[in-house]
């Protein structure tokens, strides 16, 4: 093992750097780490998944699919509505870009 590994140092946004485009590369991230909170929040409250979902205003399967991080099945605008009804607080930051 002689050959030295290259690393590159990320940009912060991993959809970034795996070649999304800028804008697309935002809406993940934002949309992924919605996703993880409401996750979290479900693992916390000891809900079923069906209990949740209902609570949520969801199904069970929609619900699921959440679950399993099912990106593109779901919008950035409904991901919010879902974290408000989880119980979460959901702030938007807008600052120039670096």
Same mark, same amino acid.
């Given at each position: 093992?002689?050959?030295?590994?290259?690393?590159?140092?990320?940009?912060?946004?991993? %959809?970034?750097?795996?070649?999304?485009a800028p804008d697309e590369?935002? #809406? /993940?991230?934002?949309?992924? *780490?919605?996703?993880? !909170?409401?996750?979290?929040?479900?693992?916390?409250?000891?809900?079923?998944?069906?209990?949740?979902?209902?609570?949520?205003?969801?199904?069970?399967?929609? %619900?699921?699919?959440?679950?399993?991080?099912?990106?593109?099945?779901? #919008? /950035?605008?409904?991901?919010? *509505?879902?974290?408000? !009804?989880?119980?979460?607080h959901v702030e938007l930051?807008?600052?120039?870009?670096?």
């Amino acid at each position: 093992m002689s050959e030295r590994l290259k690393t590159t140092r990320s940009s912060g946004n991993v %959809f970034f750097d795996i070649g999304f485009a800028p804008d697309e590369a935002e #809406s /993940l991230r934002l949309r992924s *780490n919605l996703m993880m !909170r409401i996750e979290d929040q479900f693992k916390r409250s000891g809900a079923t998944q069906a209990a949740a979902a209902k609570a949520l205003g969801l199904t069970t399967p929609r %619900f699921n699919a959440l679950l399993k991080g099912k990106i593109n099945l779901f #919008s /950035l605008d409904a991901l919010v *509505n879902i974290a408000v !009804r989880a119980g979460l607080h959901v702030e938007l930051r807008v600052k120039r870009a670096a």
